[in-house]
């Protein structure tokens, strides 16, 4: 596929595309699907799913201690994959990658080990827009070691409100900001960039948690000046059991490690153990080895489709939704963020979510509803669930238009 | 939405307009059911005497089947004594986690027509507990007092 040349995907180009993910040609309760629950997870393209298998049909074994040629093979492998994310992010090493289960726990290896340099007296920095994977390990955190928890609030629109994000940060007491980079409920997308300079300027580090937003556009790390970024392979149509931190070097060689085990040390005795160098240190254990090695193929075919191509296409994806969706009676769009990645969440007057999270699966059209792991940002909007629409590289003007019109039928049977 | 039974006319208009509705004059007992998964919350008052439940009523926030299966049960309790309505909403709650698939469910000749109405929730698993969670509340409320 050719699409960057171009920034956008042809409709030749997207039913290629969208051939090259079997289960999108599945049906559901008798019609086709209908996938807009892409923010939950990603389906997998056939080179992800036959990537994996193939490795393990034929090139399989643990990884790191074996001195035999599969064990070469798997770890090159893994290795290799870890090369591909670091490139994906930008990162200054691939050391500065560590492998994790997903973006939940690559948040509280963060918490964890990074949480155990701070001090009783320094405040960790979140936001009231928060999964909440990236709220509960800091309060763990603070119960744990007594740091206090500041939120930083949201407008009304659905925005950071920076202006009091920066007077949380004045009094110099903010050790670490932890904050999405793109909301799974609002699809807010932060100015990331302001955020790290102001973290800075207060003397504060920031972990940018990227879940959302690495599947929606191209991330820097380096340009964006953060200081851990996270995401979760199963998102950006790779598989689940495989997440990413990133950390710059001298943060993660300062870090003690999350858990120990096998693979993390370079010496043991029953006194004492002499911890591996990074990542290694952060990966005890055996890994998710075939699914890291997923994730490099996911972002393979990411990259070859392109995130100019990819990204361009979800935006007009979400500029036609939040054309079609308000127009069906009773219906309103929750937040209305300066910029917007793929997510559209909703409510319809006199319809509980749940009500149009099942209806709309009779008819095979697959949406989120409830609180989205987002309870205190739902509790902020005076909402107890919202539905929530996500959209993905494969997801159609057509599918967002049949979601309209079935809203609107579900609307008229109840009222 | 005709190919959807599960939303039987019963259960949509009961959702819309619910009939036991508020709360009951002097209270004999209240209990409070949530689900944290969805935020449904339904909140009993019960006034029970010698003979039973003499009247129940309910302030419930929640989806349509929630809303419903609180009213109706609301419904078919009032009369009965603790033990027949706790035993009830036992047989109830059996009648949709068993796994036999709805057309087959064992013949309980003495389950109410409009509980019936909740059979298609066997295959809707994730919204059962829509549908039992007022009678765990009244488990609580009849339990305490
Ligand atoms: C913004 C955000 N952060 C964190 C997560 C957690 O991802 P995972 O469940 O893969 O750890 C999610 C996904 O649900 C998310 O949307």
Redesign the interface.
């Known amino acids: 596929m050719s699409a960057s040349d171009t920034d956008v995907l042809s409709q030749a180009d997207l039913s290629h595309l969208r051939a090259q993910f079997p289960i999108l040609s599945q049906t559901v309760h008798g019609k086709p699907l209908v996938f807009l629950d892409s923010a939950a997870s990603a389906q997998k393209p056939d080179v992800v799913i036959d990537g994996m298998a193939e490795m393990m049909r034929t090139q399989y074994a643990n990884i790191h201690r074996g001195l035999h040629w599969m064990s070469e093979r798997s770890t090159e492998a893994y290795e290799a994959a870890r090369t591909r994310v670091a490139e994906f992010l930008g990162a200054a090493a691939r050391e500065e990658i560590v492998f994790t289960r997903n973006s939940t726990e690559a948040i509280n290896l963060v918490a964890y080990s990074y949480g155990s340099l701070l001090r009783p007296g320094q405040a960790v920095l979140i936001s009231e827009m928060e999964h909440h994977a990236n709220l509960v390990p800091w309060q763990m955190l603070r119960d744990r070691i007594g740091i206090e928890l500041r939120v930083a609030p949201i407008t009304d629109d659905g925005d950071l409100d920076l202006d009091a994000y920066g007077a949380l940060l004045a009094d110099g007491k903010v050790g670490l900001v932890a904050i999405t980079h793109m909301s799974n409920v609002l699809g807010t997308v932060t100015p990331a960039e302001r955020l790290v300079a102001m973290a800075h300027e207060a003397g504060a580090r920031i972990l940018l948690d990227g879940s959302q937003a690495v599947v929606h556009r191209r991330v820097n790390v380096q340009d964006l000046k953060a200081d851990f970024y996270t995401f979760t392979g199963h998102k950006l149509y790779g598989p689940t059991g495989i997440g990413v931190l990133w950390a710059r070097r001298e943060l993660l060689d300062a870090m003690p490690p999350f858990m120990g085990g096998g693979d993390m040390i370079s010496s043991v005795t029953f006194e004492k153990s002499v911890w591996a160098p990074v990542p290694a240190k952060f990966e005890a254990g055996t890994p998710a080895i075939v699914e890291a090695v997923g994730l490099g193929i996911a972002i393979d075919w990411v990259e070859s489709i392109g995130f100019d191509a990819i990204g361009a296409h979800e935006a007009a994806l979400t500029k036609h939704a939040l054309r079609v969706l308000p127009e069906v009676p009773g219906l309103s769009v929750v937040g209305k963020p300066r910029e917007r990645g793929g997510v559209v969440s909703f409510t319809m007057d006199d319809v509980h979510p749940h009500d149009i999270a099942t209806l709309l699966d009779r008819n095979g059209i697959a949406v989120r509803a409830g609180h989205h792991c987002a309870e205190p940002l739902m509790r902020r909007l005076g909402l107890t669930a919202t539905a929530r629409a996500s959209f993905a590289a494969y997801t159609t003007e057509h599918e967002i238009d049949v979601l309209a019109e079935t809203l609107r039928r579900i609307r008229q049977f109840f009222v | 939405?005709d190919?959807?039974s599960?939303?039987d006319t019963v259960i949509?208009t009961r959702s819309?307009s619910p009939h036991h509705a508020g709360v009951v004059n002097e209270p004999t007992s209240r209990a409070q059911g949530v689900n944290p998964?969805?935020?449904?919350r339904v909140r009993l008052s019960v006034r029970a005497g010698h003979d039973g439940i003499e009247d129940l009523r309910h302030e419930t926030?929640?989806?349509?089947?929630c809303i419903a299966a609180t009213d109706l049960m609301a419904e078919v309790v009032t009369g009965r004594t603790r033990t027949d309505a706790l035993e009830l909403g036992q047989r109830f709650t059996d009648m949709l986690e068993s796994q036999s698939p709805p057309g087959e469910v064992a013949d309980d000749a003495d389950m109410p027509e409009v509980l019936r109405a909740f059979l298609p929730l066997k295959t809707?698993r994730s919204?059962l507990r829509?549908a039992t969670l007022p009678w765990t509340a009244l488990g609580e409320a009849l339990n305490h007092d």
Request: hydrophobic share 30%.
């Open positions: 939405m190919e959807c599960l939303y949509v819309r998964l969805c935020g449904d926030r929640g989806c349509a089947i809707h919204r829509c």
